[in-house]
T-cell receptor, first 116, second 112 residues
Framework: EPEVTQTPSHQVTQMGQEVILRCVPI?????FYWYRQILGQKVEFLVS????????KSEIFDDQFSVERPDGSNFTLKIRSTKLEDSAMYFC??????????????FGPGTRLTVL | AQTVTQSQPEMSVQEAETVTLSCTYD???????LFWYKQPPSRQMILVIR??????QNATENRFSVNFQKAAKSFSLKISDSQLGDAAMYFC?????????FGQGTELSVKP
């Protein structure tokens, strides 16, 4: 069964460094998402991406964050200058269509980001 | 703005028994989708069950079922014949336009 994959599973970085989190969505999906979960807290929406552009973003997704789909398979989240409070689990998700039966989002296993 | 509330931070159930996890939400939309996700210690997010708001019939997936009360904006999850593998964090989620809004989660423990 197709699944969303994410790399790396765990990333440790120094404050102020740039990180890129990578995701490979399910191949026939059209909508892509990033969520984050600070330890012990709920999952929060960061950004959605469709047709090679951001369709919606949250207040968390400030200028330090960017997303890109550099080719036909990868979907990346970049944090330009990491802060301690960026330490969290980052989930990528993808969805096939805009509505109807196929509206569920499939999540990847997550990347744990630790900022020291 | 839509909100999702799970008022039970922790729940416990005896193996083979039934447990119900509560979720309420607030929205002005009439057509929407609701989900329950399971997050085991691995922290993977696994879809448990889905409910379309326009459907009056409650969704069922094997041992998992929901009690969807649209007027009350309530969406509870019932787990029957609980198994040790059901122990996890459970998140209720509302699909708003192009994103999911999650509740705070309920940590379910299953006692042998």
């Amino acid at each position: 069964e197709p699944e969303v994959t994410q790399t790396p599973s765990h990333q440790v970085t120094q404050m102020g460094q740039e990180v890129i989190l990578r995701c490979v969505p399910i191949s026939n999906h059209l909508y892509f998402y990033w969520y984050r979960q600070i330890l012990g807290q709920k999952v929060e929406f960061l950004v959605s991406f469709y047709n090679n552009e951001i369709s919606e973003k949250s207040e968390i997704f400030d200028d330090q964050f960017s997303v890109e789909r550099p080719d036909g398979s990868n979907f990346t989240l970049k944090i330009r200058s990491t802060k301690l409070e960026d330490s969290a689990m980052y989930f990528c998700a993808s969805r096939r269509t805009s509505g109807g039966r196929y509206n569920e989002q499939f999540f990847g296993p997550g990347t744990r980001l630790t900022v020291l | 703005a839509q909100t999702v509330t799970q008022s039970q931070p922790e729940m416990s159930v005896q193996e083979a028994e039934t447990v119900t996890l509560s979720c309420t939400y607030d929205t002005s939309e009439s057509d929407y989708y609701l989900f329950w996700y399971k997050q085991p210690p691995s922290r993977q997010m696994i879809l448990v069950i889905r409910q379309e708001a326009y459907k009056q019939q409650n969704a069922t997936e094997n041992r998992f079922s929901v009690n969807f009360q649209k007027a009350a904006k309530s969406f509870s999850l019932k787990i029957s014949d609980s198994q040790l593998g059901d122990a996890a964090m459970y998140f209720c989620a509302y699909r708003s336009a192009n994103k999911l809004i999650f509740g705070q989660g309920t940590e379910l423990s299953v006692k042998p």
